[in-house]
């Protein structure tokens, strides 16, 4: 199985990078699988302008950016992981901007079954309904897509550090790959 995690979180050493790290860990030292994480806030993603070119050349976007590239992963991995801060009630822009470009690939991403798990962490309370809109946003475009999200994660943290002091999520994010099997 190919897993992909995607990290749409600029802070490289914040709790979102933090929780898919120890996702990642599980991955690792317990199965075989083929893994790599791509955090998106460090590519080039332009927004979608709409201009439909990718309907009549098999799917590639005509930007000049790193689009294809994210993509064709996408379209490889059997199980997607997106880890994303929630920012003003919603995923980080340069996460939603690599998900507004599976529009580029529709109809390939369509025909191609995956799990999704999805981790969103913020700093308000998990009861909060920005954590909801997330992952109810996934849930959508994987009904679309016909995609299983097999899970979703909250978690409230404002300090960068704040995750590693839960044991209790620690313990959570390392099985939580399990339930893409």
Not at 1 to 29: E, F, Q
Not at 52 to 69: F, L, P, W
Not at 142 to 148: G, M
């Amino acid at each position: 199985m190919k897993i992909l995690i995607l990290n749409g979180s600029p802070r490289l050493k914040g709790n979102t990078s933090y929780a898919l790290s120890v996702i990642l860990d599980g991955i690792i030292n317990n199965t075989q699988h083929e893994v790599e994480t791509v955090n998106v806030t460090k590519l080039k993603v332009s927004g979608c302008s709409a201009c439909d070119a990718c309907r009549s050349n098999g799917g590639d976007c005509v930007m000049k950016d790193d689009t294809k590239s994210i993509i064709d992963k996408v379209y490889a991995a059997d199980a997607i992981i997106f880890g994303t801060p929630v920012y003003w009630s919603g995923m980080s822009a340069q996460m939603k901007a690599v998900i507004d470009k599976f529009y580029s690939k529709t109809v390939q991403l369509m025909e191609k079954s995956k799990k999704v798990g999805v981790v969103a962490i913020g700093t308000g309370i998990v009861s909060n309904k920005q954590y909801e809109l997330i992952h109810d946003q996934v849930r959508n475009f994987c009904k679309f897509l016909d995609w299983d999200m097999k899970f979703n994660l909250s978690y409230s943290a404002n300090a960068p550090d704040d995750l590693r002091k839960m044991e209790s999520a620690a313990d959570e994010l390392m099985d939580a790959w399990k339930a893409l099997l």
